[in-house]
RNA sequence: GGCCUCAUCGUCUAACGGUUAGGACGACAGGUUCUCAUCCUGUAAAUCGGAGUUCGAUUCUCCGUGGGGUCACCA
């Protein structure tokens, strides 16, 4: 048989990263196996709706390169449902819920339940003082079939419960192994609200069978539920897919990875200037690792090695620092031209106006002080314009301040001696300057340290070759002089 | 609290029942160097506790402890 799995999000407006976590997997698992991925949209709880969610997550999951074969896809940025087991969307199947749970109805396993909200809430702070589980007290059980005919034909307000059957269940975790929850532990869950919605207990059975899901892989915090959608496939008849929960990402504090503890979304870490394949390779190895030697792998080497049987039982937490390393690495590795139409998002106003040529520079030489491609501002702002700096700083330790004045004029005049195109090579330049101090008899220190102070404005930059190639010979005369003169003044 | 579940350096992880318990991030110390960064080398750093099975447990079993998840007309 065929392996499918699906991706089945609820539209929250963004990218969860133990969403992302999960959907690699399950994206990983299907390619491995040669299967088919569906994109399902849970959007069952209408209080949560949000508007352009479902074009915005297609957008992300692209963005991503996760995708699909079957499921809602952006045309012409319209929602477009692609395959034959749709639609795709929950809300719009509503009809197949329903009759689904009539069904259970009619053949018993299900019921009527007109208890008000206030009611359940109080029920359930009596058990709880009580120290009793909360359960439904199956009040709406006993009522007679004729006094629910009549008051669900007047219209009253209602859902319809499970009646959870006594037992125990047991199903196989292919990361865990064999778990077993006996019934009496399950309240009788509703599986159809007020408003005419499902559930998701409801919804994902239904759905998972008729759209002929085979491998369930999803985030630990649904094992408990797992019991309930058992009972419900077995009444429906339906046969078991297979199961498999992934541990969940943690907070520094290990408590579930949540919005109050920092940023949770994917957008917002690639709006940070983190790189895709960074957050994609880091959020993979978080829980899965093929050899434990190796941190850098493509997507490819990845799903290659992916197994399920593989995947740690125990919940990784989210490290910011190791992904801020890894996204340095993946800096360096890219080309100059990549790197500069990476970066070019980032730039703030200002540093719009600079040219392909001198970003392009830019990148070059300060790739290696890079993690993050926000960090280009801050990188790039005295190539753009020197910046203030004290005259204390041009002199180093172990000189003079008449010494660094006289130093730099010195390497002025040899500069100036120096034609454009040697300007044009950095290897050029620096070989020049070197030839230059050693012929002179200078110490290193004392010639390079106000020349590169003088050329960036900061104790600490790139070497003053480097500096001079990027903003070329003219700028480097100027900002030399500019120096000399703050020494003499 | 009930139920389910998990447990190797601070963090991410590796280790057919037999290893000096390995790698990476971070930290620290060196090297390269005018400075910073990069890069290279090195150091410190872990099998939660207790029983049991075994010639031998990180690994298997049980108990304890700790963490997490879940107990909605949310998914």
Redesign the pocket.
């Known amino acids: 048989m065929k392996v499918r799995t699906r991706l089945?999000p609820?539209p929250t407006g963004y990218l969860h990263l133990g969403s992302l976590h999960t959907f690699l997997y399950n994206y990983y698992f299907t390619k491995k196996n040669g299967g088919e991925m569906v994109l399902r949209v849970?959007d069952?709880?209408r209080t949560?709706y949000v508007e352009g969610a479902i074009e915005a997550l297609i957008a992300i999951l692209d963005r991503m390169g996760i995708s699909y074969d079957e499921g809602p896809m952006l045309e012409n940025g319209k929602i477009v449902q692609k395959g034959s087991h749709g639609p795709y969307i929950q809300s719009e199947r509503l009809e197949i819920y329903r009759e689904h749970a009539k069904k259970l109805i009619d053949v018993g396993h299900a019921y009527y339940c007109f208890?008000?909200?206030e009611r359940?809430s109080t029920v359930?702070e009596e058990q709880q003082k009580l120290?009793r589980?909360?359960?439904y007290d199956r009040t709406c059980l006993a009522l007679p079939k004729e006094e629910i005919e009549k008051r669900v034909m007047a219209g009253e307000?209602h859902?319809i419960r499970m009646q959870i059957p006594e037992g125990k269940t047991t199903f196989v975790d292919e990361i865990?192994?064999e778990?077993?929850?006996?019934n009496s532990?399950m309240?009788d869950q509703?599986i159809l609200?007020?408003?005419g919605?499902p559930?998701?207990h409801l919804a994902v059975v239904v759905d998972d069978f008729s759209m002929e899901i085979t491998h369930i892989i999803r985030a630990?915090?649904w094992?408990?539920?797992v019991p309930k959608h058992l009972i419900l496939y077995e009444w429906f008849g339906y046969p078991i897919p297979s199961y498999a929960h992934l541990p969940?990402i943690l907070n520094p504090d290990?408590?579930?990875l949540s919005k109050r503890q920092g940023d949770v979304s994917v957008e917002s870490y690639l709006e940070k200037g983190f790189l895709k394949e960074a957050l994609l390779n880091f959020i993979a190895?978080?829980?899965f690792?093929p050899s434990?030697?190796q941190?850098i792998y493509t997507q490819e080497e990845l799903m290659h090695a992916f197994e399920i049987k593989?995947v740690?039982?125990?919940?990784?937490?989210f490290?910011v620092?190791?992904l801020l390393?890894m996204n340095g690495?993946y800096i360096?590795a890219l080309s100059t031209k990549e790197l500069v139409s990476r970066v070019k998002p980032f730039l703030d106003g200002e540093g719009q106006t600079i040219s392909d040529e001198l970003l392009g520079r830019i990148c070059d030489v300060e790739k290696?002080?890079m993690s993050i491609l926000s960090e280009i501002n801050e990188l790039s702002s005295c190539y753009r314009k020197l910046g203030e700096y004290s005259v204390e700083s041009l002199v180093?330790k172990k000189s003079s301040r008449e010494d660094a004045h006289l130093q730099l004029s010195e390497i002025h005049t040899f500069l100036s001696s120096l034609s454009p195109e040697i300007f044009e090579k950095i290897e050029l330049l620096e070989e020049g300057i070197k030839r230059y101090i050693e012929e002179t008899g200078k110490e290193?220190?004392n010639v390079?340290?106000p020349l590169?102070v003088s050329l960036s404005g900061k104790?600490?930059?790139?070497?003053?070759?480097e500096l001079a190639w990027v903003i070329g010979r003219e700028e480097t005369l100027s900002r030399i002089l500019h120096a000399t003169a703050l020494l003499s003044a």
Do not use: H, M
């Not at 778990?179 to 006996?182: A, K, N």
């Not at 104790?459 to 070759?465: M, N, Q, V, Y």
């Open positions: 089945a609820s849970e069952t709880d949560r208890c008000s909200k359940l359930r120290k589980p909360t359960k307000s859902v865990r192994g778990i077993t929850i006996d532990e309240d509703v609200k007020a408003d919605f559930t998701y630990e915090e094992i408990s539920s969940l290990k408590s579930k190895i978080l829980g690792n434990g030697d941190e593989k740690s039982k125990s919940g990784p937490i490290d620092n190791k390393w690495q360096k290696t002080r180093w290193t220190g390079l340290w590169r104790e600490k930059s790139a070497s003053p070759f």
